[in-house]
């Protein structure tokens, strides 16, 4: 069985997606069953390919979103037939995705994809998505939270099937911190205390000025020394995050990185007191569990899958009551009790996800298409 996997859409490596299939393909390995082959633009062949052994193949188009949509449309079909793929895997199904399927396609999916159509304002694009979700053989869904939702959009549930993310365990670990007031990370050097929210700052859903509202708050209200870091990329909503922040009487404590690599996060988690995850859309919400993984206590949302996602083992606040998210800091900074009891079931509750079995199940999936 020869299996392609498509890396357009995927941010070049730069997001949720990116970390997603890069994590993926480490863990998806050749045999004399199965061979795997990425394919997409030139310049992602040492994002994706570098390092998992996978053979890569190029496809020449330019490097936009509109250039790879239109692949999808018209060429990707051609393409899959004359790589001779039995079936192909597409990681950014609720943004790529040819209208329909001359290959076998087995699409994943890991956004709230009605959040997605409606940040998109497109009827087009989103008759796109739905049509083309409903030709696909399989889907795959990060959380019963996106199953939830696509039912809702008129997805069969019995064409779904649930598989969680995994986490890089030999990243993601309990560390010893090497300095008791500076966390140095080149290029970066955080003084501690302080909290931290990965995620792009991308739309309004991921509440980033409310966030920064209710750190305000909880600075206003405690006096406490603790810092607020928002490590992500710049994205659509980036302005709005900015002026939030300039806004607020204690700006010089809030500190935006912008990109941050990845493998950089373990020491950016251990180094605070909490991260705090305050997104209402999250299909997945993986900074969760890799902070859990970390050995750091959790406050998050309730909305989306985050309380599938981080079980009984997180503080959980309504992301539009300031007063409630100022509260979960103040937990955070100073019920040393609460955070140990946090810390000790979110470790154990961590370990049950791994991208070994993530991968394993995925490929499970590829083998019934084929074989069906």
Not at 132 to 161: F, N, Y
Not at 220 to 237: D, F, I, N, W
Not at 312 to 328: G, K, L, N, T, V
Request: aromatic fraction near 10%; charge should be neutral; hydrophobic fraction near 40%.
């Amino acid at each position: 069985m020869k299996v392609g996997i498509d890396t357009f859409g995927c941010d070049h490596g730069r997001s949720g997606l990116g970390v997603y299939l890069n994590a993926l393909a480490q863990h998806l390995k050749n045999d004399d069953d199965v061979q795997f082959e990425l394919f997409g633009a030139e310049i992602d062949r040492y994002t994706y390919g570098n390092e998992n052994g996978l053979p890569y193949k190029s496809v020449s188009i330019p490097d936009s979103i509109s250039a790879e949509k239109w692949w999808h449309l018209l060429g990707a079909n051609h393409f899959a037939r004359r790589q001779k793929y039995d079936v192909v895997l597409y990681p950014a199904a609720a943004h790529m995705l040819p209208f329909r399927f001359g290959v076998p396609g087995v699409a994943i999916v890991n956004d709230v994809v009605s959040e997605t159509l409606s940040a998109h304002q497109s009827a087009k694009h989103e008759l796109h998505v739905k049509y083309s979700l409903k030709k696909a053989d399989k889907i795959i869904v990060a959380s019963q939270c996106i199953k939830r939702d696509l039912e809702r959009l008129g997805i069969r549930g019995e064409k779904m099937v649930v598989i969680h993310n995994g986490i890089d365990h030999a990243l993601f670990y309990p560390r010893e911190l090497l300095s008791s007031n500076l966390v140095d990370i080149k290029p970066f050097a955080i003084q501690r205390p302080y909290f931290i929210y990965a995620s792009r700052l991308s739309s309004p859903s991921k509440k980033h000025k409310e966030l920064i509202k209710a750190f305000t708050l909880f600075k206003e209200q405690t006096k406490l020394p603790h810092r607020l870091v928002l490590a992500g990329s710049e994205g659509a909503y980036s302005d709005a995050v900015h002026r939030a922040v300039f806004e607020s009487h204690v700006a010089s404590d809030i500190f935006i990185t912008g990109f941050f690599p990845h493998d950089s996060f373990p020491e950016l988690y251990t180094g605070s007191d909490g991260c705090v995850f305050p997104s209402v859309s999250e299909g997945v919400g993986l900074p969760v569990l890799e902070a859990m993984a970390t050995g750091v206590p959790v406050a998050c949302s309730k909305s989306g899958a985050l309380t599938e996602i981080a079980g009984d083992h997180a503080i959980y606040f309504d992301s539009d009551d300031i007063e409630q998210m100022a509260a979960a800091f103040t937990a955070l900074a100073t019920d040393r009790a609460l955070k140990e009891k946090l810390v000790a079931g979110g470790l154990e509750w961590s370990r049950r996800f791994s991208w070994e079995r993530t991968a394993t199940l995925i490929r499970e999936v590829l083998q019934g298409v084929v074989n069906k």
